[in-house]
């Protein structure tokens, strides 16, 4: 499996993401980095840059841990499997983003507006208006709050949509190509096997490689899904999925500790 090599202060992130909170050293981070390609310079300036942006903390001498506090993109990516547990059962009831009133001056606020929409799965509909099931644990308080802290800009409103026709109901459902998401799951799912059955001849630095760059390629890809409810796509082949992620991240975790004690 062959993926674009991604900067270092992502390595960076991701292996300490990896850690789920616990501390690792300066010289692991710089060994995976050049694991997965990088010099160990590059890995030393990106663990200063993370650390003068607050998004690692230093443990002690030369140890590091990620930094979630206010920052829910990294917890989002920390506990990536805690999230797919966010589904709720669904009354038919939507939650609604009216986006009119957002300024589209600041086009780095907006980057971040429309990263907070389609990291929770809505979709545009019609006039500024954004919709999504709801189907979420919490509702739309939950939601709410969780789209600002991802960076919904200022203006937008918040609300239930309920009531809809059938005929309302119809053009939201197909908002979302609900057979194109099937297929990914399939082809996802297709994908951690052949690597599955293709770490055990690799050499461990490259079967490291390997997990970590397909790892973090699909967790990146399930922070990104819609969670749609049962009543709009069958949710089965997410859970195969999500289940078979987690038995290649557990892999992974063993294949890394293994390399590291040993480089």
Not at 34 to 60: D, F, N
Not at 89 to 113: C, E, F, I
Not at 150 to 168: D, N, P
Request: charged letters at 25%; one cysteine or more; proline letters at 4%.
């Amino acid at each position: 499996m062959e993926a674009s090599l991604p900067s270092a202060t992502t390595v960076v992130l991701d292996l300490l993401s990896a850690r789920h909170g616990e501390p690792m050293s300066a010289r692991d981070v710089c060994e995976g980095c050049v694991i997965v390609g990088l010099t160990e310079a590059v890995a030393r300036v990106a663990i200063t840059r993370l650390l003068r942006q607050k998004k690692v903390l230093r443990q002690g001498r030369a140890l590091y841990a990620l930094n979630t506090a206010g920052r829910p993109l990294q917890r989002d990516v920390s506990a990536w499997r805690q999230r797919l547990d966010n589904v709720a059962p669904w009354s038919g009831d939507w939650v609604a983003v009216h986006d009119a009133g957002v300024s589209r001056r600041d086009r780095t606020l907006l980057r971040r507006h429309h990263r907070a929409l389609d990291l929770r799965g809505f979709r545009c509909w019609s006039g500024g208006l954004w919709l999504r099931p709801d189907n979420l644990r919490g509702g739309v308080t939950a939601l709410r709050e969780d789209l600002g802290a991802l960076g919904l800009g200022a203006g937008a409103q918040v609300l239930v949509a309920s009531g809809l026709t059938r005929e309302q109901c119809a053009c939201i459902h197909a908002l979302w190509d609900v057979r194109a998401l099937a297929a990914d799951y399939a082809d996802r799912l297709r994908m951690l096997e052949e690597s599955g059955r293709r770490l055990p001849g690799l050499e461990p630095r490259a079967a490291a490689r390997e997990c970590l760059l397909l790892g973090r390629a699909l967790i990146g890809q399930m922070l990104r899904d819609p969670l749609l409810p049962a009543e709009m796509t069958p949710d089965a082949p997410r859970r195969h999925l999500v289940a078979a992620l987690e038995a290649y991240q557990t892999r992974s975790r063993e294949i890394w500790r293994a390399v590291l004690n040993t480089a």
